[in-house]
């Protein structure tokens, strides 16, 4: 694939820094330049090789791009868009990475001229990790990226951003945005849910149990107050933007609660042995697909770090 000649990132935190180191170690990109919204993360983006140069505006990055990614926090983009359309090269891409997809695209594109083809997206790679120093360059490997472009999308736009993710080390898929957004509440919204709710539980009878929330946390928990340690602004725009399938999974994820609920009040050993039995079935087959490894610590070593996709 030809390199892009200038790639403009919006945003420059975990995934646009993970984007950026990339693109470059496969050279997917003659020149990168950013935006963000703080002259600190800029600095720091400059600084440390992120990209080539910063803007002080979205606009002023975007223009004369031929890819622009926008990965800023869901809430953000209808803004930016409606800032750098009217600036927009002919030809361009444009591509965001946001964890939900129909209000993304519902707030972009009427923002974008003619002429600018639009291919949403979507990495299930992440860490608890954010801002520009959090990027690494593997972050996407032998991860998913989903991107839902609407039917009427170009297909040489299409192809050009698949074989992008691919060069860096991602699996590409095609869903429609509402699949995707039903899929992800499953997968991701509705469990760091569980899991913010669980960590908030804990919180909540610390004085109870003192230092032992903390000391015999390996049990389990551990994993959830990682997950809880997402960053708030992004979780709250996901929860907000991805409404409808994330109530929905949260309502059948009740009912099935209160069965357990009633089962352990029962005393029914076949309904729990059973249930587990299900539900352990599940593990193997993630482990087996290659989305995950069978190690103590839940596979996470210092070189497999993208093991919590958002
Ligand atoms: P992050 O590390 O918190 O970085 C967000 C970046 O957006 C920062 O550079 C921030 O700039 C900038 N920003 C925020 N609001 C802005 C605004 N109004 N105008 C301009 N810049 C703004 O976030 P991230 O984890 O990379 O997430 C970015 C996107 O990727 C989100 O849409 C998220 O849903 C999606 N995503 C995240 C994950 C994950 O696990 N983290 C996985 C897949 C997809 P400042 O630093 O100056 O505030």
Redesign the pocket.
Known sequence: MPPFRRVAL????????SMALAMRRAGLAESITG????A???AVALEIGLVDSVHAT?AGAAAEADLVVL????G??A??AREIGPHLAPGCIVT?????KQAVIEAVAPHLPAGVHFVPG???????????R?GFATLFRNRWCILTPPEDADPQAVARLRALWEAMGANVDLMDAPHHDLVLAVTSHAPHLIAYTMVGVADDLRRVTDSEVIKYSAAGFRDFTRIAA??P??WR??FLSNKAATLEILGRFTEELFALQRAIRREDGDHLHAYFTRTRAIRRGIIEAGQDVDAPDFGRSASDRGD???
């Not at 965001?96 to 939900?100: F, I, K, L, Q, R």
């Not at 299930?124 to 520009?132: D, F, K, M």
């Open positions: 919006i945003g420059l935190g975990l995934i646009a820094g935006h963000a919204r703080s600190e993360t800029r979205a990965a800023v926090p869901v953000a983009m803004s930016i965001d990475v946001g964890s939900v979507h990495p299930l790679a992440g860490t608890e990790h954010s801002g520009p959090a997402s960053d602004t992004m725009d996901v919590s996709a958002s």
